[in-house]
């Protein structure tokens, strides 16, 4: 892909600075682009190449290239030898280092499994080991790389462990292998060692041992051994616990699919769970039970709710999640003071989610909230000022509004938006400053755009000013910076990112902000799209300088924009279309969700089948054309075109109801009335009935999914055009091209 060719790059420089050479001290460099002719694909591509020439000039990097290609053919013999030969040639500081080590590790560890690991071998990495093994060596490691060493230390030490009788070490090495063991799960190293100790007639550091290991005596291996050789009644009294308790798991499985309502609850009252895992299964088999169930159990359910043995929270998620919301508030009485504080701010959702707002402001004042919002957490403030805003409480709210802002908490965007439209409201001169800055602070998000298009503050976008030149400036520590590109490049080109996708991932996200751009454009360039989105969020979060025209496009591609223009159908904004591709798929065309969800727009083969008969599509064949981006734009685009109508031009409750479901959707809305008022107030100048119902649904996904796609929409709008969208604000579907 071309990035000149999705977005309509003008030729405009950029001034960054990216200094690749090694050298141990921080610097600031400035690097500008004075041609007039290099493009942003160019200085892109030039800079990838520069990060891929670090390798090329690292003695390091070579002797690692081989010692990684004689472990992938298998010649461990050797590789180990060459391994340690070339570490203890090596220094630290020498960023293929640790890859020496791991590929070492690997060989050694492969001649042991195989029973071949030569006596003289095992000698040279156990002198290593201990030549090597102290903090001073690896302070020029990055967390990363620290955290993969320690993974490898934790392999070799097993490894010489169960080969003590081949080495020569003092009381003290061997007391150093087996603090670096205490993180071993190795049933055989946990035995071995605890032997060890006892044949040396240390019992204290035998029980020390397996102590460190399982702190906490759950595990049925440590708590065997520690009771065959102790016989003491406290580890066979813990291991009984533990079997009865894992019984008793198996027994309320079995009740659950076997629909045995009361059984289920009477077991659960009595049983004795000892982990948070199980205790969290059963409240949550116990939710679906409740409202799968009839009322005489719902009833018997509510009766005994406080003595149950578990955290309710599980519980109220699913009854949450089914639209159960006064059975929430229900059960939430029936707990004691300790457990209601536990919940508070779930019983507060019970009371916005069903629309109860009345009786939702009589709560907050029986709980002290609005008397004292410092005590209470962030979610307790936000859910509490939304209650009051749909009471028309505007000024109580603000009360709970502020410390959301002060305190950067969270729901900081959203208390800052509803603390500028209360201010509007009331005609308070303060309001201009709080739009200010949502504009400056949050330009890539929904509420930031909506600011920015009423207070006529558009051109104030980064994205959108004409500015042709980016000003950075670098400070940071080149030498820890090329140390991290070296690893990256290295598992890049030896095809062994798969391998360590955590250490990559991490290496990543530790990298500067200027480098993690260059590292999403090159996931653009490969095909990886939801990779470059996520680190171009990341990077703009804390570099809002660096939202900029020519940097934009790897985060908000236009690559399927011509397949979009042409087999959408007609009557959808086919950037409407893109924003939704954006959020369902990140454009990966091949992407499948959880729930069987597939290609672009993220089509159920169900659904997909309906709107392929509509269309009489009859030779289509499914789900496997869904992973055709024309099929699946034709086939998408009529689907959502089919949920606009159905909410009479909505688009936000079309939004709403592609990604939740239309009959959760209308499930959650029959008591609260919400598809007709928000479709009746589709022309409202009011904010609180154009927004706060998005606030107010109760899954967390489709709330900021409606958000984003929204806010997708109006950046390739903004971005096609570069001018406000007076002519077709808030009416979310305004094509540009309309078809005949």
């Not at 000022?385 to 950067?408: C, F, G, M, Q």
Request: with cysteine; charged share 25%.
């Amino acid at each position: 892909m071309n990035l000149r060719s999705v977005f309509l790059l003008q030729l405009w420089p950029i001034v960054f600075g990216l200094v690749w050479t090694n050298v141990s001290q921080a610097q600031t460099q400035t690097q500008t682009l004075t041609s007039q002719t290099e493009s942003t694909d160019d200085f892109f591509k030039t800079k990838i190449a520069e990060i891929k020439s670090l390798n090329k000039a690292d003695e390091g990097a070579s002797k690692s290239y081989e010692t990684a290609n004689l472990f992938s053919k298998k010649n461990y013999k050797v590789c180990a030898e060459k391994a340690v030969k070339d570490m203890n040639e090596m220094t630290p500081t020498s960023a293929f280092f640790t890859f020496e080590f791991i590929y070492g590790v690997k060989c050694v560890d492969e001649l042991f499994e195989a029973n071949k690991l030569p006596k003289a071998t095992i000698q040279e990495w156990s002198k290593f080991y201990f030549k090597f093994d102290n903090l001073e060596n690896t302070k020029y490691f990055h967390g990363a790389e620290m955290s993969l060493h320690v993974d490898f230390v934790l392999k070799l030490s097993e490894v010489l462990f169960l080969r003590l009788n081949d080495l020569d070490l003092s009381a003290a090495q061997i007391l150093k292998l087996a603090s670096n063991l205490e993180r071993s799960k190795s049933l055989k190293i946990k035995k071995e060692l605890f032997l060890y100790f006892i044949n040396k007639n240390d019992q204290i550091s035998a029980r020390n041992f397996l102590a460190h290991t399982d702190p906490e005596l759950m595990d049925l291996d440590t708590l065997q051994i520690l009771s065959e050789y102790y016989k003491d009644e406290v580890y066979s009294s813990r291991i009984q616990q533990i079997k009865k308790s894992k019984e008793e798991s198996q027994e309320l499985k079995r009740l659950y699919n076997k629909k045995k309502y009361f059984d289920f609850l009477e077991q659960s009252a009595k049983s004795h769970l000892m982990t948070e895992k199980e205790l969290d299964l059963v409240a949550r088999q116990l939710g679906w039970l409740y409202v799968r169930g009839k009322q005489d159990f719902r009833d018997k359910v509510i009766e005994s709710f406080d003595a149950l043995n578990f955290n309710p929270h599980q519980f109220f998620w699913v009854l949450s999640n089914q639209g159960f919301f006064k059975d929430i508030i229900i059960t939430f009485n029936k707990l004691n003071a300790k457990k209601q504080e536990m919940h508070l701010s779930m019983a507060i959702k019970a009371y916005l989610y069903s629309g109860q707002y009345e009786k939702g402001y009589e709560f907050l004042k029986l709980q002290n909230i609005l008397t004292e919002p410092a005590n209470q957490r962030p979610a307790i403030l936000y859910y509490s000022s939304l209650v009051l805003l749909r009471y028309n409480k505007d000024k109580e709210a603000l009360l709970l509004l502020e410390p959301l802002i002060t305190k950067d908490s969270e729901y900081k965007l959203q208390a800052m938006y509803m603390k500028y439209n209360i201010f509007k409201d009331s005609k308070r001169k303060e309001f201009k400053a709080i739009a200010k800055d949502l504009v400056n602070f949050y330009p890539l998000t929904f509420y930031g755009l909506l600011v920015a298009h009423d207070e006529k503050m558009t051109t104030y976008l980064p994205f959108i000013q004409s500015s042709n030149l980016i000003k950075v400036n670098f400070k940071f520590d080149l030498e820890d910076e090329s140390r991290k590109l070296k690893h990256l490049t290295f598992l890049f080109e030896k095809g062994l990112d798969h391998k360590f996708r955590k250490f990559i991932e991490t290496t990543i996200n530790s990298l500067s902000f200027e480098s993690q751009i260059l590292w999403a454009y090159k996931h653009k360039m490969e095909n990886q799209p939801l990779s470059a989105i996520k680190l171009m969020n990341q990077v703009w979060t804390s570099r809002r300088d660096l939202i900029h025209p020519d940097i934009i496009p790897i985060a908000y591609p236009k690559d399927y924009l011509p397949a979009v223009k042409q087999h959408s159908v007609s009557g959808i904004d086919p950037f409407l279309v893109l924003g939704l591709i954006r959020q369902e798929s990140a454009f990966q065309k091949d992407a499948m969700s959880a729930s069987s969800a597939r290609g672009l727009m993220q089509l159920l083969t169900g659904t997909a089948k309906e709107m392929a008969r509509s269309m009489r599509m009859s030779r289509v064949s499914l789900p496997w054309g869904l992973y055709t981006p024309e099929i699946n734009i034709k086939l998408g685009s009529f689907y959502l075109r089919k949920r606009i109508e159905a909410y009479k031009g909505h688009v936000p409750l079309a939004l709403a109801s592609y990604n939740v479901g239309p009959g959760r959707l209308q499930k959650w809305s029959v008591d609260r009335n919400t598809i007709a008022e928000a479709q009746d107030n589709m022309q409202s100048n009011s904010w609180k009935a154009q927004d706060l119902w998005v606030e107010e649904m109760p899954w967390e996904e489709t709330r900021f999914y409606v958000k984003a796609v929204l806010r997708n929409y109006l950046l390739y709008k903004m971005f096609e055009d570069y001018k406000p969208l007076a002519e077709c604000f808030r009416v979310w579907n305004c094509s540009l091209e309309p078809k005949t």
